[in-house]
């Protein structure tokens, strides 16, 4: 059988009992496969590679290495809660890298998606070489694959996960969840002890803002996305959406339009609410907000993000459009 086809008899992870039948059948499979080995990681900070994380650090503690690469795309105090979640509380072992200027300088005047992905993807695992070479008794690259990378990975998006390490880094792979789907992957996080806001949080592309701020990335447009995610986080937390809505942020064109501020012209960028429900990610519909909330995030957002005079709400179900717009 295909090690990538999901078998037919698999049942679906709904419930605790099945979590940790998954659970304790991993940590076998891991201590089997790792020995006294060591594991290298690239932890996000997403769901994905938490779990992974998580599950790993359960079945092989300090043999199990992570790197947390900032590429300069996080969410504003991402990677601050990724060293507070898993340096501070689950004491795994992280290393931090802050590499912000060598992926905006690569990505400056690229406007291609797919390029973007590219060169992000490329760039990442330059800088996870880099930190690869500084460890000793690595032998296995553990990845936070799930099903539907593996669904979309011909023809849809480029697979965000690590990929393409030179020859003489070639590490054995442990992806523990890659016959998962999204809300499988929760269940089974939540069956690790993981914390809610961990868990429960939504999904972020590998490529990060990178595939938000549209077009080719410059960092004044990418400051004004990251404030105006996160006052639509802030917002949707407040509204009690925090759990109740699969994914939603914001997406900042490369387009201006003219408004009008302290009673003069000026141009400023629109910032387009994406908002979906789904629990497999193969198809979306759209979260139906109120318009006393959209109201109110347009009004923080136009007056407390510089260069953002426009809010839209994006109304596309996937298909035909894709969760993310690039």
């Not at 936070?144 to 990378?149: K, L, M, R, S």
């Not at 549209?214 to 404030?227: K, M, N, P, S, V």
């Not at 979306?284 to 993000?305: C, K």
């Amino acid at each position: 059988m295909d090690g990538n086809k999901r078998p037919d008899t698999m049942a679906r992870i709904v419930t605790a009992a099945q979590a940790d039948a998954f659970i304790a059948d991993q940590l076998a499979k891991v201590r089997a496969t790792v020995g006294d080995k060591k594991v290298l990681l690239a932890l996000s900070g997403g769901v994905d590679s938490s779990v992974v994380a998580a599950l790993l650090v359960k079945a092989i503690g300090k043999q199990l290495v992570c790197v947390h690469v900032n590429h300069g795309l996080m969410r504003k105090g991402e990677s601050e809660q990724v060293i507070k979640i898993f340096r501070d509380e689950i004491d795994a072992n992280l290393v931090y890298v802050d590499a912000t200027d060598r992926f905006l300088d690569k990505l400056a005047g690229v406007s291609a998606p797919e390029e973007k992905r590219k060169i992000i993807g490329g760039e990442f695992i330059r800088v996870f070489e880099e930190e690869a070479r500084k460890q000793e008794g690595i032998e296995f690259l553990a990845q936070g694959t799930i099903y539907p990378d593996i669904l979309e990975s011909d023809g849809v998006k480029a697979h965000h996960n690590v990929g393409g390490l030179p020859e003489d880094l070639q590490f054995s792979l442990i992806e523990p969840i890659k016959l998962l789907y999204k809300d499988e992957v929760r269940v089974v996080g939540r069956a690790l002890g993981l914390p809610r806001d961990l868990v429960d949080r939504q999904p972020f592309p590998g490529p990060g803002l990178g595939v938000r701020c549209l077009g080719a990335i410059t960092r004044d447009r990418l400051h004004a996305l990251r404030e105006a995610d996160a006052i639509l986080r802030e917002e949707f937390d407040k509204a009690g959406l925090a759990y109740k809505v699969w994914q939603y942020f914001i997406a900042v064109p490369d387009v201006k339009s003219v408004g009008v501020k302290d009673g003069k012209r000026y141009e400023g960028w629109p910032a387009i609410i994406r908002a979906v429900n789904t629990t497999d990610a193969m198809s979306a519909t759209i979260e139906e907000l109120e318009y006393s909330l959209l109201h109110r995030i347009t009004d923080r957002i136009t007056h407390e993000v510089d260069g953002i005079n426009r809010v839209l709400y994006d109304l596309t179900p996937k298909p035909i459009g894709t969760i993310e717009w690039e």
